[in-house]
């Protein structure tokens, strides 16, 4: 079955430290990762994917198929971080996304 | 604002009334996706349209729910006799073409039954 497990609903950390949003993922095939966010007020959107291997507001993701892992990384929290993670995965050939139950990061001044 | 629309924002209803929201797509995208999304949980997938077909339904949509998108632009989502459990954020998004890791999301409608 396809799943993604995101183990912390809370993550709180004061600016500037390190953090690592987790993601484990159960998928049968290549799978497709990737990480969104909602700001307080704000719609969900996209954040970055694992195909890009791209970083975006300093956060980058690497995926591992040996630990099935995604997990999302900061090296310096900013305050501006404070928002809900939700990493997802693609199911290949039907376009739809399934979706972790999300992570809330705080970041502390 | 150029970006997926959806109304109502907020709907409170009595159980075993009916339901109907609207989203308008970012004009031009192909690509119309539905999910739900409760308390504490990640959105769960609905269903979708290519243009105007509903191309998968998921089992989560009891025959109490239908979508359509007449003319492959905007889409409507109707709840019949709705019970308490159908209360829920309803998240409608829309992306270009192949590839729904670019969806854009509307606001949503927040559906409380009473």
């Known amino acids: 079955a396809q799943r993604v497990t995101q183990p912390e609903k809370l993550l709180s950390v004061f600016k500037g430290a390190p953090v690592e949003l987790k993601c484990n993922y159960s998928y049968s095939g290549s799978p497709e990762l990737f990480w969104y966010v909602q700001y307080s007020r704000q719609r969900l959107q996209l954040l970055l994917r694992h195909i890009s291997r791209e970083s975006i507001k300093g956060f980058t993701a690497d995926l591992n198929k040996g630990e099935t892992s995604f997990h999302l990384k900061k090296p310096f929290a900013q305050e501006e971080d404070s928002a809900m993670y939700y990493c997802a995965l693609i199911v290949y050939n039907t376009d739809k996304l399934i979706f972790g139950t999300g992570t809330r990061l705080q970041v502390f001044p | 604002d150029t970006g997926v629309s959806q109304n109502p924002r907020h709907k409170i209803t009595k159980r075993g009334q009916n339901v109907t929201f609207r989203c308008d797509p970012i004009s031009e995208h192909n690509r119309l996706y539905w999910y739900r999304q409760t308390l504490g949980q990640g959105p769960e997938f609905l269903t979708y349209f290519q243009n105007e077909a509903q191309l998968e339904k998921s089992r989560l949509l009891s025959d109490r729910f239908s979508a359509e998108r007449p003319k492959g632009s905007f889409s409507t989502l109707e709840i019949q006799r709705t019970e308490q459990g159908d209360s829920a954020m309803y998240l409608c998004?829309?992306?270009?073409?192949?590839?729904?890791?670019?969806?854009?999301f509307g606001s949503g409608t927040q559906l409380s039954v009473l």
């Open positions: 998004a829309s992306s270009p073409g192949r590839g729904s890791e670019k969806l854009f």
